[in-house]
């Protein structure tokens, strides 16, 4: 054997570490592209949107969450899109572009978590499975608090995993991934659980307590700032309170069944159901399926595997258990979405160990195709109407143009508009300003004492505008199943809507179905 043939291997190990290193960024550069042409001016109606887009507007304005506009999660989506929009201006764009950043940092996370087992063409072929899945699910992406502490989760596992293969506890890795893992439970208070099962596993599976002081002095880190700012603000106590609010009536009105999908299953799965609506179903039932199947392959890996594989396989499904138990009580198709990165990394990784290593390359080819064709047969086809707004130049369907193009000519910007029950979009989109604390009154979930609130603020500052969707039982119960039936209707708002507003449209109906009434002179 010649001295070149004794250096192949390592030479090969190399080469292959080396396009390890490079996945991840170009994982990311494919991603974002495909993420902003997909949804960086797509705007449509959703319902939880505008919590967070109107919030961070409220904050670029200079008010203060809790103590001047009711927040039902953590601070930290609110402070983080508000900075975006002072320094980038109150656009959809900005904000959506950061969502883009987050959804590419997914994959590339997928990808650089399931080069750790397989080689590079495997973990892109898998990132770019699930960056299809995201462009080509029913359920359209846009602004929530979930991406945003999620991506911050993930960033915390990749830390720990880093800090633990390099075997240096006092590097840099552990505190950063508390730091990460404190901005998450920042932003959803839930993901407490995540940071939890990190600091349990570095304590007892990564056997490190200098690593788990640093993680723990890392999640201190992002918590001291934020309270100090809450304390400062004088929002700190109502934030605690809120928070109590949340476990008596949140969790009620909110819980959903696992896997709840809101009649995907009558409206996509029927025969003679096109290639692209099945790609639409399978898309939107898989984060449904990703648990189970991840809890079967590492139970086979477990089995089978060599110790190091097992200790890393433990911390990945440790994280994404704790990602799951966050999303409680939603368990719904929808909101196992937000979370599904975890269990499609862990899907990935206990199918590299399980599977011979010269099936991986195959694999890879097969996923390749399989995104492609994928891509290609479900992108939408619609075309989209550019619309100008406050919020910037947005492309909606032909429906949603009609739909805000009446609102836009009736309501300017600047005018005062009360939006009732559920759609803080509108107040984002419009420019329009909210008299009362509260951007959403939900229906079955709000109790007496937060309707007397918002009434009474409408009573001292009455909004010239109203915009009313009537939501009918059916749709409430659609949406939020466990809705407390005694609070579907608030009949006290509504008088005070029948008694100094009345309906500014002809036929008394603008074409989404809502009511637009106008202050009585």
């Given at each position: 054997?010649?001295?070149?043939?004794?250096?192949?291997?390592?030479?090969?190990?190399?080469?292959?570490?080396?396009?390890?290193?490079?996945?991840?960024?170009?994982?990311?550069?494919?991603?974002?592209?495909?993420?902003?042409?997909?949804?960086g001016?797509?705007?449509?109606?959703?319902?939880?949107?505008?919590?967070?887009?109107?919030?961070?507007?409220?904050?670029?304005?200079g008010?203060?969450?809790?103590?001047?506009?009711?927040?039902?999660?953590?601070?930290?989506?609110?402070?983080?899109?508000?900075?975006?929009?002072?320094?980038?201006?109150?656009?959809?764009a900005?904000?959506?572009?950061?969502?883009?950043?987050?959804?590419?940092s997914m994959?590339?996370?997928?990808?650089?978590?399931?080069?750790?087992?397989?080689?590079?063409?495997?973990?892109?072929?898998?990132?770019?499975?699930?960056?299809?899945?995201?462009?080509?699910?029913?359920?359209?992406?846009?602004?929530?608090?979930?991406?945003?502490?999620?991506?911050?989760?993930?960033?915390?596992?990749?830390?720990?995993?880093?800090?633990?293969?390099?075997?240096?506890?006092?590097?840099?890795?552990?505190?950063?991934?508390?730091?990460?893992?404190?901005?998450?439970?920042?932003?959803?208070?839930p993901?407490?659980?995540?940071?939890?099962?990190?600091?349990?596993?570095?304590?007892?599976?990564a056997?490190?307590?200098?690593?788990?002081?640093r993680?723990?002095?890392?999640?201190?880190?992002?918590?001291?700032a934020?309270?100090?700012?809450?304390?400062?603000?004088?929002?700190?106590?109502?934030?605690?309170?809120?928070?109590?609010?949340?476990?008596?009536?949140?969790?009620?009105?909110?819980?959903?069944?696992?896997?709840?999908?809101?009649?995907?299953?009558?409206?996509f799965?029927?025969?003679?159901?096109?290639?692209?609506?099945?790609?639409?179903?399978?898309?939107?039932?898989?984060?449904?399926?990703?648990?189970?199947?991840?809890?079967?392959?590492?139970?086979?890996?477990?089995?089978?595997?060599?110790?190091?594989?097992?200790k890393?396989?433990?911390?990945?499904?440790?994280?994404?258990?704790?990602?799951?138990?966050?999303?409680?009580?939603?368990?719904?198709?929808?909101?196992?979405?937000?979370?599904?990165?975890?269990?499609?990394?862990?899907c990935?990784c206990?199918?590299?160990?399980?599977?011979?290593?010269?099936?991986?390359?195959?694999?890879?080819?097969?996923?390749?195709?399989?995104?492609?064709?994928?891509?290609?047969?479900?992108?939408?086809?619609?075309?989209?109407?550019?619309?100008?707004?406050?919020?910037?130049?947005?492309?909606?369907?032909?429906?949603?143009?009609v739909?805000?193009?009446?609102?836009?000519?009736?309501?300017?910007?600047?005018?005062?508009?009360?939006?009732?029950?559920?759609?803080?979009?509108?107040?984002?989109?419009?420019?329009?300003?909210?008299?009362?604390?509260?951007?959403?009154?939900?229906?079955?979930?709000?109790?007496?004492?937060?309707?007397?609130?918002?009434?009474?603020?409408l009573?001292?500052?009455?909004?010239?505008?109203i915009?009313?969707?009537?939501?009918?039982?059916?749709?409430?119960?659609?949406?939020?199943?466990?809705?407390?039936?005694?609070?579907?209707?608030?009949?006290?708002?509504?008088?005070?809507?029948?008694?100094?507003?009345?309906?500014?449209?002809?036929?008394?109906?603008?074409?989404?179905?809502?009511?637009?009434?106008?202050?009585?002179?």
């Amino acid at each position: 054997m010649t001295t070149l043939q004794k250096a192949d291997p390592p030479l090969r190990a190399s080469r292959a570490a080396a396009l390890n290193r490079t996945a991840p960024p170009l994982v990311f550069i494919v991603a974002l592209p495909l993420l902003w042409l997909r949804f960086g001016h797509w705007f449509y109606l959703s319902i939880d949107e505008g919590i967070y887009l109107e919030g961070a507007r409220r904050i670029a304005s200079g008010q203060v969450p809790y103590r001047d506009f009711f927040v039902l999660t953590g601070p930290g989506t609110f402070w983080f899109y508000g900075g975006v929009f002072h320094f980038f201006g109150a656009a959809l764009a900005s904000a959506r572009f950061v969502l883009c950043c987050e959804l590419a940092s997914m994959c590339a996370a997928i990808s650089w978590l399931a080069g750790r087992f397989a080689g590079a063409a495997f973990a892109i072929a898998s990132a770019l499975l699930f960056l299809v899945m995201l462009l080509t699910s029913l359920y359209p992406l846009y602004i929530t608090h979930r991406w945003d502490s999620n991506t911050f989760a993930l960033l915390a596992l990749i830390f720990v995993w880093s800090a633990y293969v390099s075997k240096s506890p006092t590097g840099p890795h552990y505190l950063i991934a508390g730091v990460c893992a404190g901005i998450a439970a920042w932003i959803t208070p839930p993901l407490l659980m995540v940071a939890a099962a990190l600091a349990l596993w570095i304590a007892l599976g990564a056997k490190s307590k200098l690593g788990f002081w640093r993680f723990a002095a890392g999640i201190c880190l992002p918590s001291f700032a934020a309270t100090g700012v809450l304390l400062h603000e004088g929002a700190f106590g109502i934030m605690l309170r809120t928070l109590g609010w949340d476990a008596s009536n949140y969790a009620g009105a909110n819980r959903i069944a696992y896997g709840a999908l809101a009649g995907t299953f009558r409206s996509f799965w029927r025969p003679g159901a096109t290639l692209a609506a099945i790609v639409h179903f399978s898309d939107s039932i898989l984060p449904v399926l990703l648990p189970p199947l991840a809890m079967l392959g590492c139970a086979l890996v477990f089995s089978r595997s060599n110790r190091s594989a097992r200790k890393l396989l433990g911390l990945l499904t440790v994280v994404s258990v704790g990602s799951l138990l966050a999303c409680y009580p939603r368990f719904g198709a929808a909101q196992l979405l937000f979370g599904s990165a975890f269990f499609w990394a862990l899907c990935t990784c206990a199918l590299a160990c399980l599977l011979p290593r010269r099936a991986h390359s195959w694999l890879a080819a097969g996923a390749f195709l399989i995104a492609g064709a994928g891509l290609f047969a479900a992108w939408p086809q619609e075309p989209l109407k550019p619309i100008e707004t406050p919020a910037g130049v947005l492309r909606v369907s032909r429906r949603q143009y009609v739909q805000l193009n009446d609102l836009l000519t009736a309501i300017k910007p600047g005018e005062s508009l009360f939006v009732y029950p559920y759609l803080p979009s509108l107040y984002f989109v419009l420019g329009a300003n909210n008299p009362t604390r509260y951007a959403w009154l939900q229906p079955g979930m709000m109790g007496p004492s937060d309707v007397h609130s918002a009434l009474t603020e409408l009573k001292t500052r009455p909004p010239h505008w109203i915009v009313w969707h009537d939501f009918t039982e059916a749709f409430i119960l659609k949406n939020w199943p466990s809705s407390d039936r005694t609070k579907l209707r608030f009949p006290e708002m509504e008088q005070f809507f029948a008694t100094n507003y009345h309906v500014s449209t002809p036929d008394g109906v603008v074409p989404i179905g809502y009511r637009l009434l106008e202050r009585n002179q």
